[in-house]
């Protein structure tokens, strides 16, 4: 059972649109929480912190919400080069607390 | 500033071949961890190293073995390659647990 949940997509949207990803997470004392973006496999690169005050960066926002355990990445105004996967990253109690990745989200960004 | 480096980029084997990724880190991290990347699952944790010294296993550890050979470098090694290893490999590094998570460039690894 994968403990960090994405939808795959593909979420197929014009350029200036506003497009939406959640990330669930199943346990409730995860403590940390991070978007990446990874372009054509590859490497992951840092999008963004995650915290439960929200984070924004421009065009993009992120938010936590603790009580129903899922995070948010938000795209205002998409531009052609925003076309890339999404990967919401939760850090799981264990042992040690460890960096879980979703499968990712697809986005993809079309004149 | 190099950040993260992982060695070799490509590499094709053959299946019960032996090899070693190589990743080296020059941000003083603590941590570091080994992921593989297939079609439709994501990166999926292989092993860890919380700090120098200490190697713990991920969700899918069988076929590999680590080591933290300093702060600095974490090696993953092959024993008996198997097609199933066919994959992208990536190593990151953190300064500690639940920090950001630095990546190197990856490995594309084919066993035939």
């Known amino acids: 059972r994968k403990e960090v949940e994405q939808d795959p997509g593909p979420f197929n949207v014009p350029e200036g649109a506003t497009v939406a990803f959640n990330c669930t997470y199943s346990n409730s004392a995860s403590q940390s929480f991070f978007w990446y973006r990874q372009d054509c496999r590859k490497e992951p690169k840092l999008l963004m912190s995650v915290y439960s005050s929200g984070n924004e960066d421009g065009r993009f926002t992120a938010q936590l919400n603790r009580a129903s355990q899922y995070i948010s990445l938000l795209i205002r105004d998409s531009k052609l080069s925003d076309s890339a996967t999404y990967l919401c990253v939760v850090w799981f109690p264990g042992g040690s607390y460890i960096p879980t990745f979703g499968r990712g989200t697809s986005l993809i960004v079309h004149p | 500033n190099a950040g993260v480096t992982q060695t070799p980029k490509f590499q094709v084997l053959k299946t019960g071949q032996s090899m070693t990724l190589q990743c080296a880190q020059d941000?003083?991290?603590?941590?570091m961890y080994w992921y593989r990347q297939d079609p439709g699952m994501g990166l999926r944790l292989i092993y860890y190293s919380a700090s120098e010294g200490t190697t713990d296993k991920g969700e899918v550890p069988n076929g590999y073995n680590v080591s933290r050979l300093n702060k600095r470098e974490f090696s993953l090694r092959l024993e008996s390659a198997a097609p199933s290893q066919t994959s992208v490999y990536f190593c990151?590094?953190?300064?500690?647990?639940?920090?950001?998570?630095?990546f190197g460039s990856g490995t594309q690894l084919s066993v035939l």
């Open positions: 941000m003083n991290h603590n941590s």
């Open positions: 990151a590094s953190s300064e500690g647990e639940n920090e950001k998570l630095f």
